[in-house]
Structure formats: C-alpha cells, structure tokens
C-alpha cells in the first residue's frame, strides 16, 4: 500500500486575495490609489491631452485668468503665466516633473538606504554601529540647507536636484529597514538557510528582503511624497528646477509677485502640489493599515 | 438590610460577530463585615461581575441587573458623578497586578493622599498622617520614608500592601479584592491573606474576594460562589461548600486539589477534561453538561437554582444521580 | 543619571565633529569653490589667484582643521559678499530665526498635545476621525504654500497682518502658523498613541477606582506617562524647524538666519554657508542631546536607577 503523497498548502494566493480584500475596503487607500492614478495617468499622457504647448509664449495674452472669473475663457482654461503661458498644459507637464523626481530620487535614496539598512540589522555587532552612527550624522544635518547648498554648487537643473535629494533622503528608508531586518532576521527561516550554508548574499536577497518589502514600500511612498515638497520648495527658493520647466513650485515662485491681484496664479499649482502629495500620503498610510494594522495611527 | 444585593446581573460584550454574555444572571448578597468568595477558572466571568459593581467595565461592555442595591443606594442607575462618590470611599478595589497598577511618575505618597483628599475635606498634613498610619497597619517597614519613594522602588509583595492601604484610606464599607495574591511569590500570599482577614475583622469591613484558587479562599471566605461560564453554578457557606460539595464542577475542582495527609504521592490528580464553553450567542441549558460525567438529555433545558440545604444552593437538576454515585 | 548623560554627551560631541566634518567636505567637494567665487567669466589665471588667495590650493584636511579651530573661536572668517565677519551676521540673524522657531514650537504644542489627547480619549469617534484627517492634510499642504495662502487671506483680503518683515509681534503669527505646521500631525500622532497606550494600562484602572474625575485621570495620572517621548520630539521638531525656516523666512521676508543662508548659497559665499550649517547642525545635536537626557529624566524609573 503506498501512501498519498503529501498535500502541500500554498497559502499564498489565499494571503493575496486577503490583501486585495482589505486593500478594496480600506477608504483612503482606494481614494489615494485612485487619485494617484489618474495623475500618473495624465502626466502619461501629457503630450496628447494638454491643450497648448507648455513652453509657448504669447506675450499679448498675458496673465488671463481661469475660465471662472470674468475674462476668462475656454481657450485657456486655467489662464496664462506671466508669458503668456498656457496654465493647464503648464500644470499637466508639471505633473510629469514631480513623479519624475519623486520616483528618481527614492529609487536612489531607497538603493542607498536599503542597503545600509539591511546591513546594519542584518550583521549588528560594529557595522551596526557604524551605519547607525553614519545615519545619526546623516540626521544631524539641516536638510533644506544642505539641499539648496548642494544644488547650487553641483548645478542647479532636474538632474541635479534629483541626485542631490537622492543622496540625501535615504534616513528614514535605513531606519525602517534596519529594525525591519532585525525582526525577520531572528526568525526560523532564515536560521534554517543559515544551517544550511546558503551565501550571505543569497539570503538577504531572497530572504530578508521580500519579507521587509511591506515595510520598505510604505516608506517609499511616505519618502517620494517628501521628495516633490522639497523640490517644490527648492525651486520656488530658485535653487531647484530651472526655467522654463513648468515645476509647480517653480511656477508658484514666478507668480509669487502676482499673487496680490492674481491670487489664481500660485493657488493652482500649490493645489496640484497638495493633490498629489494627499493622493500619495493616503496610499502610504493605506498600504501600512492593510499590512501591519497593528501600526495604525 | 444586606450591605450589598446583586439580582441577577448581566454583562454583555458587542463584538464584531455577535454578543458575548460574560456574566448571566449571578445573584447573591453580602452583609456588613461578611466576605464572599467568587470562585471560577479564567473566562467564568468573576472578575466581569466585580469591575461591573463598581461599573469600571470596558468600553463596549453594557450591564444590567434587576437588581444592584449598595447600602440602600442603586448602583444600576445611579448617574457616573455618584458612583465616582462611591469608588475609592464606600466601596473600593484591590486588583491582581501590583507591579503595574500604580502610576511609575508620582510618588507613594501622592497616590495615597490623593485617594483620601479626592473624598474628604482635609489637608495634605491630614491626609499624610494617615496614609503613614496605614501603610503601618498593612505591615510597610519604615513607612513614612516610603510616602516619598517611587513604586519601582518597592518589591511586589510591598506593592500590593500598599494598593491594600490606599484602597483603605477613607475607610470604605466593602473591599473587592479581585485576585489579590494570583501575581505573588507563595510565600507573600499567605501574608498577605492574613493582612486582608486581620483588616477586615478591625475594621468591620465587606469583602468581595476573588479568585481561582480554592485554597486562597478557604482560609477567609464566609461564603463561596462558585462560578462557570458566567453563573452561579453552586453557592453555599464556606464549610458547607468544603464539606459537601453538590455541583459536578465544584466536586471536580475540590478533587484537582492536592490534600496533604490525603492524597497519595504520585496519585494522578483530578482533570475535569474538555474546555468551557465560548460564550458569544444566544445560550441555553446547562453550561456544564459538555464535560459532565452525569450530564442527561435534560441538561439541554432550564436549570433552576435550587437550595439542597439552607444556605446552600446548586444549579443543576442531576444532583440525585450525584448523590447516588458518591 | 549621571553616567548615562555624559555619555551620550560623548555620543553628541563626537557627531558633531563628524557633522562638521561633513558639512566641510560637502562644500568643498562639490564642485570647484575658486571657480565659484571667481565668477564664471574668470580667466584661469584669475581662478588660480583666488584659489591662492583663500588658501583652496592646501591640503583639505589642513583647511578643515584651519577652519575648525577658528570656528571653536567663534571666528567664521568674512563674509565674500556682505562686508561684516560672518560671526556678527550670524549674530545679528540668529534672535529673529530663534525666536520664530520657539514661538513655532509653542504654537504647533499648543495645538498637537490637546488634538492627541482628544483623538485618544474620544479614539474610534468623529473627533478622532477629525483629527487624524486634519493631520493627514496637514502633511500635504507644503509650508511655503501655506505661507503663501496665509498672506492672501489675512494680509491682503483681510488686512490684519503684515505680509513681510519682522517689525512688531504682528510679523510673527502667520510665519509661525506655516512654519509649525509641519510639526502638528507628528507631536498629535505621537501623543494619540502615547495616550491610548497609557489609557488602557493598569494603573490608570486603579485610578478610576479610586473615584477621581476624568479630567484629573486624563490629565494628572495618564498624560504625565505619556508626554515623555512627545518632550523628545518636540526638540528634534525644534531642530527641523531651525533648518527649515529657510523657506518660510524667503516666503515672509524675514531678516533670519535662513534667508541669510539663502542670500549666501546664490552669490557662493561659502564662508556664512559653512559656517550656517555647522551651527544649526550643532544646535540639532544638542537638541537631540536634550531629548534623551529628557527622556530619561521625566521617568523616575531611569532617573532615580
């Protein structure tokens, strides 16, 4: 009599569908997502849908409000900038400006701080002192200051605050994973790949990190969302993003000087800016209710 | 008058999937200067029935009873600002966890105090004097110096003495202490067992005594209430209960119990096999009956309280086949 | 006690060295400061006399001790583009920069604590809803924005405040309601927790046992334990603010350290930008330093150890 083979449970795509279930339910996550999506979605299709060049100037149609006040019109319906700029199309390129940097600047921060996250938790002893104490540095140091320092000596342009805000914000992704990989460190799986002689490399690969990835993604979002507000604030200092790329905090900063009669001009563009940041911050507090709820609040 | 009347006292849980019924139906009464016993393994709803006297139960808890009567006054709708009268003055509680139930950032001392001069009109010299007098009487060494010490900086068996003086300070006519002594050495449980009978004989007080060791409360109950899922299963005077056990549950608790003299070494201790029921839903019949070597058809029905002696009552309606077997 | 400050004294002291360190490097690695300071239409030749003349052609690691032992000496060298030494620039900033920031601080306290006590106390209703949505919006709306939007609505349409400068009291409300702000959803958040922790712990039972009001509860028994890491937080959110009134002070016009700062990166005066950051990176160590000695001071489980 031979014996059934035995039932192995993949529990996994009971665990996804779970997941799902609890992401579909969750209010700000849906909205977030949603949000998030359709501006990525627009920002995609920026050269399709925007109405008018963002870089054409029409210097006798300067400064014409949005279509809801008085001399306002259809043609350009969120008025023109100071040059004659279309605003809609200027915010729709806008929008492709923030994601890039946002999403640039955590690949490269979340590289950074990943990796010395990962190995602080996962060897302790003196390397854990020594990123921790690199980190602790790291915190010490006045962010915006050395931003706006750094942009300025390596150039100030997209690429340069994307490298200088890279090379800065990777804090709280070494943080988080730091404590994250001492959790799952200490568990059995990764003792029995430990038994069993599998190289260090493979085991943070493929076993500490798919199991901090919850924990690494919240963190992405939370830091991508800080990544657009301080290239917003370093371009509205100047020091940021240059003309005539439509930034929105560029933008807010060109039209700070008609705010008092055209208030119109920086509430748009701050408006998209805080859609945005909303839209991400919602799915990152989402994403970290539906994983851990015991994190909640 | 008794001091305390409980008629038939119920406390339900709102979960997410359905009621909890903690406490169903427990009645008993208590006179002046007399101490009960509440006895019942975790979940039996002991520990529910006392917060719910006091009405400190948790949040998406609701009581009610036909009848809560404390000294003349009704507790089941006297008004939040009248019972904050009552706690820590008429009626106060002594709970399980010493290490933990007082506040790490302020002083013995302002803790003390603050029990008398929340009730009573006197100054902080007053009240300090007192609190020294009966950190005295529960038996602190050095006890003035002690108003000014943190509680970290007292052992546990220390700690629950002084948790035995603050419940103490105004003087209340009924003590519960729910599980006094479960979170101490073996050796401080007895001292502080004789504390508690001590005071209540010099100071005339009610006790409420909670817990799940029989043991604990042979030594100072009056009378016991032995409780299971939420009722009264038996009730009777002390003796009567040690002598003559009726219930099935109360004779298999007695037997789980070693008896020095007695109880042969390496004797297999009694077990009542199997586990007491959840009790979320609509419940009837005997909660027993699933681990009851007696259990009948019948038991799946009502089963009255019925007095076998005076004094002493049981819920069940097998207690003949009982007797017949012992 | 004793033992535990002076270590992480020791802790604080050496990262501020590093820090000094770092923030040297920073600049000077960078990019080429002789070419900086010379301007982009210098000659080579030009560039070589200036990197003489400011000592750029020595050792890094001879600059760095130079700098850092006149900067213990409270020298800072002058300033390439102000005619005064940095040290009475920084000097004559500084009180506008401390006092937005402490007056930020009290402001965003003021209104974190009680939200978080309320959102705790209230936890699962409306209020607690409430709040948690006003902080999630709170971490949208980016500070120079704010400040923005402050100025339209209160000194333009309104006209109860000042748009710029820092003349009288008046100056200060709306930059600090923009520069505290940041700081709001993470003291409330941290305070909620706290409380909702403490609410359901053992002692806070024993107190309500005892019959004392809700307010005495709240405020006597489970505050006190809870506020402990918010006191924490509030001086690392102190330091943040110190580093980011760059923005709000560009935003108001205020005569700070921040807007000094910010004069001082677009003309490429190094010596104030040096010299700003390794101040207020200072600051921050201390202030971290404040916090855990704080920390532990406030429970006398580590104070009386």
Redesign the interface.
């Known amino acids: 009599m031979t014996a059934a083979a035995p039932a192995t449970f993949d529990t996994a795509p009971r665990r996804r569908a779970a997941l799902l279930r609890r992401s579909l339910g969750h209010s700000g996550l849906v909205l977030g997502g949603v949000t998030l999506a359709a501006i990525v979605a627009i920002a995609l299709a920026a050269p399709l849908i925007a109405p008018h060049d963002p870089y054409n100037q029409d210097l006798a149609h300067r400064l014409i409000p949005p279509v809801w006040q008085a001399k306002g019109s259809w043609e350009h319906a969120l008025g023109t900038d100071k040059l004659g700029r279309d605003y809609l199309s200027r915010l729709i390129f806008g929008a492709r400006i923030s994601l890039l940097i946002g999403t640039l600047t955590v690949l490269i921060s979340g590289t950074i701080g990943t990796v010395i996250g990962i190995c602080a938790g996962y060897f302790g002893g003196r390397v854990d002192a020594v990123l921790s104490y690199v980190v602790t540095t790291r915190l010490a140091l006045p962010v915006v200051l050395v931003a706006l320092a750094s942009a300025a000596l390596v150039g100030s342009s997209l690429e340069g605050v994307i490298v200088v805000l890279g090379l800065l914000l990777w804090d709280r992704f070494a943080v988080v994973t730091r404590s994250a990989t001492m959790q799952v460190a200490r568990s059995d799986y990764v003792a029995a790949a430990q038994a069993v002689g599998c190289s260090t490399l493979r085991i943070l690969a493929s076993e500490i990190l798919p199991n901090i990835l919850n924990a690494l993604i919240v963190v992405a979002t939370l830091e991508m969302a800080h990544a657009i507000l301080l290239e917003a604030a370093l371009s509205f200092l100047g020091l940021g993003v240059q003309p005539p790329l439509p930034s929105w905090g560029l933008m807010i900063s060109e039209g700070k000087q008609y705010m008092f009669f055209s208030p119109w001009v920086i509430a748009i563009p701050a408006a998209a800016l805080v859609l945005l940041v909303l839209a991400i911050n919602l799915v990152g507090d989402g994403l970290r209710d539906v994983t851990a709820p015991e994190n909640r609040g | 008058m008794a001091l305390l009347e409980v008629d038939n006292l119920l406390v339900d849980f709102a979960l997410g999937d359905g009621v909890l019924h903690a406490v169903r139906g427990v009645s008993f009464s208590l006179e002046r200067g007399e101490t009960l016993a509440i006895v019942g393994e975790s979940g039996s709803g002991k520990s529910m029935t006392s917060l719910a006297l006091?009405n400190?139960l948790p949040k998406r808890a609701t009581r009610h009873a036909d009848r809560l009567v404390f000294d003349g006054i009704d507790l089941a709708s006297a008004p939040e600002t009248r019972?904050?009268?009552?706690?820590?003055?008429r009626m106060?509680?002594i709970?399980q966890?010493p290490m933990?139930?007082?506040?790490?950032?302020?002083t013995i001392g302002n803790q003390l105090t603050?029990?008398l001069r929340?009730?009573r009109a006197v100054s902080p010299a007053e009240a300090r004097d007192r609190a020294v007098q009966l950190l005295d009487k529960v038996g602190i060494p050095a006890a003035a110096r002690r108003l000014n010490q943190?509680p970290?900086?007292l052992s546990g068996g220390l700690r629950q003495r002084v948790?035995i003086a603050?419940a103490l300070m105004c003087g209340p006519d009924l003590i519960i202490a729910d599980e006094p002594t479960t979170a101490l050495d073996v050796t401080i449980q007895a001292q502080i067992l004789h504390l508690l009978a001590d005071l209540k004989t010099e100071f005339g007080m009610a006790m409420i005594l909670i817990s799940h060791d029989l043991g604990v409360v042979a030594r100072v109950a009056d009378k016991v209430a032995v409780m299971y899922a939420g009722e009264v299963v038996e009730s009777a005077a002390s003796w009567q209960l040690f002598k003559a056990p009726r219930h099935p549950y109360t004779r298999g608790l007695l037997n789980c119990i070693p008896v020095p003299g007695r109880t042969a070494p390496g004797a297999p201790l009694g077990a009542i096999p199997g586990q007491a029921p959840t009790l979320i839903g609509a419940q009837r019949g005997c909660a027993f009956r699933d681990r009851c070597a007696f259990a009948a058809a019948e038991c799946a029905g009502d089963i009255p309280f019925v007095a076998v002696a005076p004094g002493h009552h049981a819920r069940c309606i097998r207690l003949n086949a009982l007797e017949a077997a012992a | 006690m004793l033992s535990f400050t002076s270590q992480r004294l020791l802790v604080a002291l050496s990262v501020a060295l590093t820090v000094s360190i770092v923030a040297f490097m920073l600049l000077h690695l960078s990019g080429d400061l002789a070419t900086a300071i010379a301007g982009p239409e210098s000659t080579a030749a030009q560039v070589e006399q200036i990197r003489h003349q400011f000592g750029l052609d020595r050792p890094l690691s001879v600059q760095y001790l130079d700098w850092l032992w006149h900067a213990l000496h409270f020298d800072f060298g002058n300033s390439f583009y102000f005619r005064d030494t940095v040290t009475s620039l920084i000097a004559s900033r500084m009180p506008v920069t401390m006092t937005l920031g402490a007056i930020s601080l009290a402001l965003a306290l003021v209104i974190a604590i009680p939200l978080g006590v309320l959102a705790a106390v209230y936890s699962g209703t409306i209020i607690d809803r409430l709040a948690l949505g006003f902080c999630v919006l709170g971490q949208a709306v980016p500070a120079f924005c704010l400040g923005l939007g402050l100025i339209i609505v209160f000194a333009v349409q309104l006209r109860w405040l000042p748009v710029s400068g820092t003349a009288s009291w008046k100056n200060y409300v709306m930059p600090s309601i923009a520069l505290g702000w940041y700081a709001v959803p993470a003291v409330m958040r941290l305070s909620r927790n706290g409380m909702l922790e403490v609410l359901s712990s053992d002692y806070i039972r024993t107190a309500r046992a005892k019959g004392l009001r809700p307010s005495v509860v709240i405020l006597k028994h489970a505050l006190r334990n809870a506020i402990i890491p918010v006191v924490a937080l509030a001086a690392v959110q102190f330091g943040f603010m110190l580093g980011g009134s760059i923005v709000i002070e560009a935003v108001f016009n205020m005569q700070g350290l921040g807007y000094l700062a910010w004069e001082a990166i677009a003309r490429n005066d190094f010596p104030v930008v040096q010299a700003v950051v390794l101040i207020l990176a200072t600051i921050y160590v201390a202030l971290t330093f404040i916090a855990d000695v704080a920390n532990a001071f406030l429970d006398p489980r580590i104070r009386l150890a």
Request: charged share 15%; no cysteine.
């Open positions: 006091m400190l019972m904050r009268g009552l706690r820590g003055n106060a509680m709970f966890e933990t139930s007082l506040n790490p950032s302020y603050e029990a929340t009730h943190y970290h900086q948790m603050m």
